[in-house]
T-cell receptor, first 116, second 112 residues
Framework: NAGVTQTPKFRVLKTGQSMTLLCAQDMNHEYMYWYRQDPGMGLRLIHY???????AKGEVPDGYNVSRLKKQNFLLGLESAAPSQTSVYFCASSPRPGLAGVNEQFFGPGTRLTVL | AQSVTQPDIHITVSEGASLELRCNYS??????LFWYVQSPGQGLQLLLKYFSGDTLVQGIKGFEAEFKRSQSSFNLRKPSVHWSDAAEYFCAVGVTGNQFYFGTGTSLTVIP
């Protein structure tokens, strides 16, 4: 099993350009997440999905859109990139939470994005 | 509101020395707590988790953590660090709906 994979690993954009980051998981997980990681700020949730065809906003959703057309894939789009979106982006997936309402998240290797 | 604080931005220890990384959380209900490790250029890997039961939990790579409800803490420990433990460590609290709130991380340097 590959676990959680992310494409691409690195990308440089110019301000105003658009791009899509792809996350794929082969663990049949229901939940998927997109985070951004910035120095001194830890990981912040951008958007998440609790199942195919459903998405929801996280802590920092502005400037991003997502889609979950297939259970195994979760796409993050930047319609008009800005320098403030320079960051490392992590995708994660999780089984449906049990009785506790919480379950472990499994992370991909990250995508390093630079917006000039 | 829920939050996680890791007071130490950076820690340096000698190889073979003991290690303790601090984590404090703020959450009104029963906390579900996690420690993740991030090696340079890699994603996050789960070290250990606390859901309920024994307040001392064992994880991978010889790490352990102790949940102290009275202090709202979940500190990570290792009795003898190895050079390969140099990494960034994140504490997180999971809340109902499987939302995670991460601390800002502690960077660990291990000197020979």
């Amino acid at each position: 099993n590959a676990g959680v994979t992310q494409t691409p690993k690195f990308r440089v954009l110019k301000t105003g350009q658009s791009m899509t980051l792809l996350c794929a998981q082969d663990m049949n997980h229901e939940y998927m997440y997109w985070y951004r990681q910035d120095p001194g700020m830890g990981l912040r949730l951008i958007h998440y999905s609790v199942g195919e065809g459903t998405t929801a906003k996280g802590e920092v959703p502005d400037g991003y859109n997502v889609s979950r057309l297939k259970k195994q894939n979760f796409l993050l789009g930047l319609e008009s990139a800005a320098p403030s979106q320079t960051s490392v982006y992590f995708c994660a997936s999780s089984p449906r939470p049990g009785l506790a309402g919480v379950n472990e998240q499994f992370f991909g290797p990250g995508t390093r994005l630079t917006v000039l | 509101a829920q939050s996680v604080t890791q007071p130490d931005i950076h820690i340096t220890v000698s190889e073979g020395a003991s290690l303790e990384l601090r984590c404090n959380y703020s959450y009104g209900a029963t906390p579900y707590l996690f420690w993740y490790v991030q090696s340079p250029g890699q994603g996050l890997q789960l070290l250990l988790k606390y859901f309920s039961g024994d307040t001392l939990v064992q994880g991978i790579k010889g790490f352990e953590a102790e949940f102290k409800r009275s202090q709202s803490s979940f500190n990570l420990r290792k009795p003898s660090v190895h050079w390969s433990d140099a990494a960034e460590y994140f504490c997180a609290v999971g809340v109902t709906g499987n939302q995670f709130y991460f601390g800002t991380g502690t960077s660990l340097t291990v000197i020979p």
